[in-house]
């Protein structure tokens, strides 16, 4: 019988080289996904590399003989469309500080700190196990930032709704307030869970709004605001108001496509997307950064050249 447990003593990523020499020779184990197809193990020389067990029916699988208790998760096939992170080695380091054998687990065992390191990385403890001799010890549970990309996938973010003011349609020379719904304007969070036989690993993805990016159709550079934009309110006197998005443009809308087909009605498409930053929060204090995520509005803004007469 193995039992995991949270690591009740801080081992640093220093140790870990010193700590390394100590390794039980043994023969390494790692979960497979007997239906998913993403489980697979091979063995060659000290490594056992494996998929990233997301899903499908976990098993066992043993490496060859005489391999030192190191096991390699590919990451492979972890679903979202993402790039996976680097490969994380597990090693099993003896620590005679655990304590005795678990409640109900087979005495003649002893505990191991679990180690997980991926390429260029010092790596951290992920918790101790209690490894029964003569038994490999599992695989852990799956890499958090594997996790972290699934849950990313599956956040749900709004769509931004365009506002332009003080008027609907826009004057030459004049600035033209830009907004979108300040409604959207938090964070939105998912959680996403992954099994293997060595256990669950749950992770919440949040996404936060940062900026905007304004495509106001006119050949000059995007504006960009931090923030969503402040309507104009018609009721409120325009002296006692102020806002940081706006535009002003230079030229007028005259032959642009016309959203009516009303050559009259020629306008500038206008795209409004909305930067968010995505981060994770994990088992252990584990934490990370996903790649940004951009959501899109459109719109259409029609923008007038004011005759001036001269006498």
């Not at 197809?37 to 494996?50: D, E, F, K, L, M």
């Not at 699988?61 to 492979?76: H, I, R």
Request: aromatic share 8%.
């Amino acid at each position: 019988m193995l039992r995991r447990q949270i690591l009740p003593v801080g081992v640093t990523a220093a140790s870990f080289g010193l700590l390394a020499t100590m390794l039980l020779p043994g023969t390494a184990f790692a979960g497979q996904g007997g239906t998913s197809g993403t489980g697979a193990c091979s063995g060659s020389g000290n490594t056992v590399t494996c998929g990233a067990n997301q899903g499908g029916s976990n098993g066992a699988q043993s490496g060859p003989a005489g391999v030192s208790g190191v096991v390699t998760a590919s990451n492979a096939g972890s679903g979202g469309g993402s790039t996976p992170p680097p490969s994380c080695t597990v090693s099993y380091i003896p620590y005679p500080g655990g304590g005795p054998a678990p409640a109900g687990a087979n005495p003649n065992g002893s505990w191991s700190v679990e180690y997980c390191a991926a390429a260029g990385t010092a790596g951290s403890a992920l918790g101790t196990i209690w490894v029964v001799n003569g038994q490999p010890p599992p695989p852990p549970p799956p890499d958090p930032a594997v996790v972290a990309a699934q849950a990313g996938s599956q956040l749900q973010l709004a769509t931004p709704t365009l506002t332009f003011s003080p008027a609907a349609n826009a004057y030459v020379k004049f600035p033209e307030w830009l907004a979108i719904n300040a409604t959207i304007w938090h964070p939105f969070t998912t959680s996403s869970t992954a099994c293997n036989a060595g256990g669950c690993t749950t992770v919440t993805a949040t996404a936060t709004p940062t900026y905007v990016t304004w495509d106001t159709g006119d050949p000059v550079a995007p504006t960009v605001c931090n923030y969503p934009g402040t309507p104009y309110r018609p009721n409120v006197p325009f002296s006692e108001q102020s806002t940081q998005c706006s535009h002003t443009y230079g030229i007028s809308s005259y032959g642009q496509p016309s959203p009516d087909g009303n050559p009259n009605d020629a306008a500038f498409p206008i795209i409004a997307t909305v930067v968010w930053n995505v981060t994770w929060a994990g088992p252990a204090g584990s934490t990370g950064q996903l790649a940004a995520i951009r959501t899109q509005g459109t719109s259409t803004l029609k923008v007038e050249q004011i005759e001036s007469v001269q006498k």
